[in-house]
């Protein structure tokens, strides 16, 4: 069948569904602390209907599936429904992103359901610092749900960890050391523009290059390793089990140019960017009964919407200034 290629001819290989804006955390450059607006029930997909967009997808060349939110773990029957995607013939990958808090005791259950990999976010390993940037004090869940993960062989396990000078720079070698002893790549993610980042200034966006340099200064030069698909540029420290993703999504001048992606919202729309807030609504049409062949010319459609790059995505000034899909509802 023919690939879903975009106008710059990248073919398009990898989905990220998110499948709830709801969270049981509220990372402050992510959501505000009270007065979320939550997406009705009603007006979230339901798993037929994004099932319905992947058994049309798969075919067209899409391998690899993230599942991601608001807090995914929190969707009701998200076991069923990661089994339903595994059987989709010709997927290769299953992956899901959490924040962790559920995952230690749903993580065998997950991985007999087809769930391949898990990303778990963790943006400091200090507890009061958790507290502050999630506004929860439950560090030790993600800790236990990152240890449950690797038990049952989610794997590989990533870490992500969001970057913010003067909240976590001076963590940069601590991550990094995790991965001498433990078979984790942790992957160290700028800040984005998005979401209610506008709360922080600026000057609080460390660069990729930036934190490779602070790894360097403790361990030494890093070892490139070659990188999968995605935008991480990947290394090792010299000997150690695990590995570091670095990922310069704003600075980064590559990470366009290779991007295969595409993204469905909580609320049923094809983004074709993160930064691009040009969205083709799927739900909508599909509810009032679209064809298959339709819904995969709507699919067709926003691919094509998919830019050259986030520097030419009109939502990017927008997501600056707060406003527009927020990353819970995107999945990031
Ligand atoms: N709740 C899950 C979690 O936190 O892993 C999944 C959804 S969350 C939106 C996905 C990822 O986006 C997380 O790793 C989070 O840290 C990241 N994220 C959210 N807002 C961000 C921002 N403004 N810049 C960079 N990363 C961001
Ligand atoms: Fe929730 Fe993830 Fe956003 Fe944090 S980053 S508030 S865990 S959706």
Redesign the pocket.
């Given at each position: 069948m023919k690939p879903l290629v975009d106008l710059h001819q990248r073919r398009i290989k990898y989905m990220r569904i998110s499948i709830t804006d709801r969270?049981n955390?509220?990372?402050r450059y992510?959501?505000p602390s009270t007065g979320v607006e939550w997406v009705p029930h009603e007006q979230i997909m339901s798993y037929e209907e994004h099932l319905r967009i992947l058994r049309i997808c798969v075919p067209r060349g899409v391998e690899k599936v993230r599942v991601t939110?608001?807090?995914p773990l929190l969707r009701k029957d998200l076991p069923e429904f990661l089994a339903s995607i595994r059987a989709i013939p010709g997927l290769k990958d299953l992956s899901l992103t959490t924040?962790g808090i559920m995952l230690a005791p749903m993580a065998p259950l997950l991985k007999s359901s087809g769930l391949v990999r898990v990303n778990v976010?963790l943006d400091t390993l200090d507890r009061e610092k958790f507290a502050y940037i999630?506004r929860s004090d439950a560090m030790d869940r993600v800790v236990e749900g990152i240890e449950s993960a690797l038990e049952n062989g989610l794997s590989p396990v990533k870490i992500n960890a969001v970057a913010i000078r003067g909240f976590n720079d001076d963590e940069i070698p601590a991550f990094a050391e995790m991965t001498i002893s433990k078979p984790v790549e942790v992957r160290f993610i700028e800040l984005m523009p998005l979401?209610c980042v506008s709360r922080y200034p600026e000057q609080e966006k460390i660069t990729a290059p930036e934190i490779k340099e602070a790894i360097e200064q403790v361990y030494g030069p890093l070892e490139p390793l070659q990188g999968g698909l995605g935008p991480a540029l990947i290394y090792r420290i010299p000997g150690a089990l695990g590995r570091i993703g670095l990922i310069g999504a704003m600075s980064e001048h590559g990470f366009c140019g290779k991007c295969n992606r595409i993204r469905i919202t909580a609320k049923g729309a094809l983004r074709p960017c993160l930064f691009s807030e040009n969205e083709i609504d799927l739900v909508g049409p599909m509810r009032q009964g679209i064809t298959d062949e339709e819904l995969e010319g709507l699919i067709e459609e926003g691919v094509r919407k998919k830019p050259s790059n986030h520097g030419s995505c009109a939502g990017q000034q927008i997501a600056h200034e707060g406003q527009g899909t927020m990353?819970?509802d995107i999945g990031?």
């Open positions: 969270c955390l509220r990372c992510c959501m939110g608001g807090e924040n976010s999630t979401g990353m819970f990031g």
